[in-house]
Nanobody, 124 residues
Framework: QVQLVESGGGLVQAGGSLRLSCAAS????????MAWFRQAPGKEREFVGG????????YYADSVKGRFTISRDNAKNTVYLQMNSLKPEDTAVYYC?????????????????WGQGTQVTVSS
């Protein structure tokens, strides 16, 4: 079983940047497909982006494409979400998720392991 812990959230002004980290313990993260999701107040959790385990290919929701970048550092057993040009509508709790099989996609039920989330607040 893999345990995921997100960090790096906080309060930032619109146009600013944050980098979220998702650190794994218990298993080697390079064996997992990883994804980031977010949930804004009063809204359903939504896919932000994902990264495949073998190719490192990344996928992004249209709402963040060109602004957010997912990367992984296998030596540190950590996945990152670099968020630039932040907007107030990016305000949400951000979760990382992991799954052993297949390719990264936007289906939440695919992912077996989840972190507890980290709050990102973007002020206007």
């Amino acid at each position: 079983q893999v345990q995921l812990v997100e960090s790096g959230g906080g309060l930032v002004q619109a146009g600013g940047s944050l980098r979220l980290s998702c650190a794994a313990s218990g298993r080697t993260l390079s064996n997992y497909v990883m994804a980031w999701f977010r949930q804004a107040p009063g809204k359903e959790r939504e896919f932000v982006g994902g990264i495949n385990k073998s190719t490192g290919t990344t996928y992004y929701a249209d709402s963040v494409k060109g602004r957010f970048t997912i990367s992984r550092d296998n030596a540190k057993n950590t996945v990152y979400l670099q968020m630039n040009s932040l907007k107030p509508e990016d305000t949400a709790v951000y979760y990382c998720a992991a799954d052993l099989w297949g390719l990264a996609n936007h289906y939440q039920k695919k992912y077996e392991y989840w972190g507890q989330g980290t709050q990102v607040t973007v002020s206007s």
